[in-house]
């Protein structure tokens, strides 16, 4: 099985595949301040509404 490789969501890039007018890429600093201390740590991640995925990338 080949292992996936885990990162912290502070040392991606976080550019999304496509430009997007009110996208979120300009709030990625305030979202991941955001979110929960243990993140990194997560089996599942799902964002509904991913639009460019910013935060996901």
Known sequence: MEKVKKSSPAALPGKPCFPWVGGKRRLLTVLIESLPKDF???????????????LFF
């Not at 990194?40 to 910013?54: L, N, R, S």
């Open 40 to 54: 990194g740590q997560m089996d599942t991640y799902v964002e509904p509404f991913v639009g460019g995925g910013a």
